[in-house]
């Protein structure tokens, strides 16, 4: 069942977050919905500007619409990640998006401000939900580049002045996540003391955390092992999404995670078979390594076993 995420944030907020996880193929949409359905779980799918030209914007929404059939019970949104004002409005035009996010957080406040509203008055109007952005993450993830120099954490007074005059419906705040694999180099955290303060002044206004995969260890460890040149990749602790959700977080964006996942997986199999060429074999492997850490995401998240409660809502 497609909803809103304005749906699933009313029946989260202050309890838990919803995992947010971009898809690109066949193996990863298996594995989400599967996953999900293990750890019975609302969720959100989030399709990119490079998902959509990777083949055809077209194959993904199919897929989508397949799962839906497959997976009758699962109760998910699906969200345009990252778009410019173009994506946006294709997205809203469509009819398939129940959400889109409009990102000009590279522009002035004035500028931002500006472009946002434009999105939020025509997603509105065919009862989409905007999701936008103020301040900047730094890192490459995709067509998003910030250097680390221009990276911004989002300043809460505007925050507040923001929302008001664009009537956007959810809002990204930077508060020390960054895009990629490469987020920390120490022992840095989430800057909790600006999340409290923005949440002071829209309490009980939906807050999105971008950047938040944790790029686990194990998985590097294990890709490096097998022909990889991950250096120095750390992300966020994980078990920092607890108090994030306390404090208005009830998004979460997580891609790196997934595409670890998937690395691991095919250099591990094609080093320990080297003999093999049907993709069919890693791809099992991948969707049933991909459920279990959609799993385990959930559980972290808080949104494990909430499924049949969100349903009575929607």
């Known amino acids: 069942m497609i909803v809103t995420t304005k749906q699933l944030f009313e029946a989260a907020y202050g ?52 799962a839906d059939q497959v997976f009758p019970e699962a109760v998910f949104a699906v969200h345009l990640d990252h778009g410019d004002e173009a994506a946006c ?107 409290e303060m923005i949440q002071q002044r829209l309490p009980g206004f939906p807050l999105v955390m971008h950047g938040s995969s944790s790029v686990p260890q194990e998985e590097v460890a294990r890709i490096n092992a097998a022909g990889g040149n991950l250096k120095g990749a750390k992300g966020v602790n994980e078990d ?22 998937w690395t691991r997986v095919h250099r591990e199999f094609f080093r320990d078979f080297p003999e093999k060429f049907d993709l069919r ?5 991948f969707m049933a390594e991909y459920a279990k850490f959609i799993a385990h995401k959930n559980e972290k998240l808080g949104s494990a076993g909430r499924l049949a409660e969100v349903r009575k809502l929607v």
């Open 15 to 66: 309890k838990y977050a919803i995992g947010a996880y971009n898809i690109n193929n066949l193996e990863q949409t298996m594995g989400l919905f599967r996953g999900c359905m293990d750890s019975q779980a609302p969720f959100i799918i989030q399709i990119s500007k490079g998902a959509r030209s990777y083949t055809h914007k077209a194959m993904l929404e199919g897929l989508i619409r397949a």
């Open 89 to 195: 409005y294709d997205c809203i035009e469509s009819g398939f998006y129940s959400s889109v996010m409009i990102d000009a957080s590279h522009e002035p406040f004035e500028k931002n401000v500006e472009i946002t509203k434009r999105v939020v008055e025509a997603a509105h109007a065919r009862g989409i939900v905007v999701e936008a952005e103020l301040g900047q993450l730094g890192g490459v993830e995709e067509h998003v580049r910030v250097n680390e120099g221009d990276a911004k954490l989002t300043d809460p007074d505007q925050a507040k002045e923001f929302v008001e005059l664009t009537g956007c419906d959810s809002l990204a705040c930077a508060i020390g996540t960054s895009h990629g694999a490469f987020k920390f180099s120490g022992s840095q955290s989430l800057h909790f003391e600006v999340l």
């Open 240 to 261: 920092e999404f607890a108090r994030a959700a306390t404090l208005g977080v009830t998004k979460v964006n997580i891609d790196t995670d997934g595409r670890l996942v």
């Open 281 to 285: 074999d890693p791809g099992k492997i």
